[in-house]
């Protein structure tokens, strides 16, 4: 089991190395040229509140289309699914680690060096930062890795569902949430569960994170250990 785990660990960091390095290469790219354009005198550079929004939308996009890259190829290596599933774990909470850690890293050092050379257009604050701090009612730091874990397992979850029960069905499961939301007492019902989410509520809670995280993680398992292979196989040939 542990050999297993640690092959698909292998394999993971394989697949995903170089897009997280692209990412965060453009992403610097990014932020170097809107400081080096704040330094004129009517350019401004404004980025504040979520500053890791962009690294968000990454944990949206980037587990979709990990599970059908990585689960078929590791399964006809003789991985089993359960080492498959734990493998995701940790994958999962290790990647959301790095994604926020990276973050903070930028935002620290960013507006070191903007202080360093007192460039006053460039505006690049985060929600660990005066003006935000105040307003949080929870460890900004634990928020941040938490809901980056939350978006990856539950799209790594909506990408096996996909996988496992095709296009249609996945389309539908995707639109279901923001359909209900049409119906004025479901919605009204979901914008409350959401305040328990959103750090600026006093009903916040990291509690609704790890919830969410737990269930995400059980539908997973679940869905792995039906999705078949060789199904997927003679589809698409």
Do not use: C
């Not at 926020?100 to 935002?107: P, V």
Request: hydrophobic letters at 55%; a neutral charge.
């Amino acid at each position: 089991m542990f050999n297993q785990i640690k092959h698909t660990l292998q394999y993971y960091y394989s697949y995903s190395i170089k897009p997280v390095m692209t990412f965060w290469s453009l992403f610097f790219m990014f932020l170097l040229l809107s400081l080096l354009l704040s330094n004129f005198r009517d350019v401004t550079f404004h980025l504040t509140g979520i500053t890791s929004l962009f690294s968000i939308i990454f944990m949206i996009l980037f587990p979709v289309f990990t599970f059908k890259n990585v689960f078929p190829f590791v399964i006809k290596l003789g991985i089993s699914r359960k080492a498959f599933v734990i493998s995701t774990y940790i994958y999962s909470f290790t990647l959301s680690l790095i994604m926020t850690g990276l973050n903070y890293l930028y935002l620290y050092g960013f507006n070191l060096i903007a202080d360093g050379f007192s460039i006053e257009g460039f505006n690049y604050i985060g929600l660990n930062m005066e003006g935000f701090v105040e307003l949080m009612h929870g460890n900004v730091y634990l928020f941040d890795l938490l809901l980056h874990l939350t978006l990856f397992l539950f799209f790594t979850f909506l990408g096996s569902f996909f996988y496992r029960f095709g296009f249609v069905y996945g389309l539908i499961l995707t639109f279901i949430f923001p359909l209900s939301m049409l119906i004025r007492s479901v919605g009204i019902k979901i914008v409350e569960v959401l305040e328990y989410f959103f750090i600026f509520q006093e009903t916040y809670t990291p509690l609704s994170f790890i919830i969410t995280i737990l269930i995400s993680s059980a539908l997973l398992w679940l869905v792995v250990n039906r999705a078949s292979v060789i199904d997927q196989i003679t589809k698409q040939n």
